[in-house]
């Protein structure tokens, strides 16, 4: 039934009226700080209708503004460095890799120029928000629905943590383990649903709490904060990553569970205090190697020519 509601409620979204009206809306939140001209450097594939990569795209360029895909160089460096060049002053991008560009930025002392950063397709913890806007001295903005999909169901004010729910086409209701609706301000499983098919109702492994109150933008939709993975991943494992990335010194970490144990995986900046790290039952540290390194995160869809059509 999840599994159902969830491809419902992205065939709903890929529909051409819907898809159109998504644009519109993800283009008057980036228009608040997108002038005719301005230069975004996009680090999703923008080739697929179905994708958040074509919805950015085509909303940057709704605002008269120039979208700039990252590629075909997918390594950190080639994200450093188109940085750069293209004298971006905003990204579009995963939380982890926007603040992998902000650890470069301090690590090398290249100056860019973003002023604006968007994180999408993945939760982006409250710390590492803050760590994005330090690193890159930039205003923070978020966008929230169906992962990596052209479903937007949210986005961020700039003026609060968290994402106001785009409340004429979506809702989203927090519950309880025995899927009670929580009262504002609790803690609970996050349900997206759609208000054009109340059929359409998607647990989305998350959890979160509902704000109700006036936002200090002055937004009165709902506001969706504290939003955190579910049941859906190891706890244990996310929080010792989260750990883990908030050092400066680690660019990059790969923690799993295997047969064995666990392992672990970093890049990190030669010379540099590392964490204290767990008994693991592999562990690979790596230092930086501008030549090779690539994001772990997207080490196999760059590999995969229907997602990044340029790649390799």
Not at 71 to 79: A, E
Not at 151 to 170: D, T
Not at 250 to 263: I, K, M, N, W
Request: net charge neutral.
């Amino acid at each position: 039934m999840v599994q159902s509601a969830y491809v419902g409620l992205l065939s709903l979204g890929r529909s051409e009226q819907m898809l159109g009206r998504i644009v519109a809306y993800v283009s008057e939140k980036l228009g608040r700080f997108l002038k005719k001209g301005d230069r975004v450097l996009i680090c999703f594939p923008a080739g697929e209708t179905g994708g958040i990569g074509w919805v950015m795209t085509r909303a940057v360029e709704r605002c008269g503004a120039v979208p700039v895909l990252w590629g075909p160089d997918y390594r950190w460096k080639g994200l450093l460095q188109q940085a750069f060049y293209s004298r971006a002053i905003a990204i579009i991008a995963p939380p982890r890799i926007i603040l992998g560009l902000a650890k470069l930025k301090r690590h090398n002392g290249t100056p860019i120029y973003i002023r604006h950063a968007v994180t999408a397709g993945s939760v982006c913890p409250d710390w590492m928000i803050d760590g994005i806007a330090k690193g890159l001295d930039c205003q923070t903005w978020g966008s929230f629905g169906l992962e990596d999909s052209c479903v937007v169901a949210g986005f961020s004010c700039g003026k609060s943590q968290g994402v106001h729910i785009w409340e004429e086409e979506y809702c989203v209701e927090v519950l309880d383990p025995q899927g009670r609706v929580l009262p504002a301000g609790q803690t609970g499983e996050v349900v997206l649903y759609s208000k054009s098919d109340l059929r359409l109702r998607c647990a989305l492994g998350l959890t979160g709490r509902l704000e109700m109150e006036p936002c200090p933008c002055g937004e009165k939709t709902p506001c969706l904060t504290d939003i955190h993975p579910g049941r859906t991943v190891d706890e244990e494992l996310y929080r010792l990553e989260n750990q883990l990335q908030q050092w400066t010194s680690v660019l990059d970490c790969r923690v799993q569970r295997s047969a064995y144990g666990l392992e672990l995986e970093l890049v990190v900046f030669a010379g540099e205090k590392l964490p204290v790290l767990p008994p693991a039952a592999r562990l690979t540290i790596k230092p930086w190697d501008p030549k090779h390194h690539e994001p772990f995160s997207y080490e196999e869809k760059v590999k995969n020519t229907d997602f990044f059509p340029n790649s390799h």
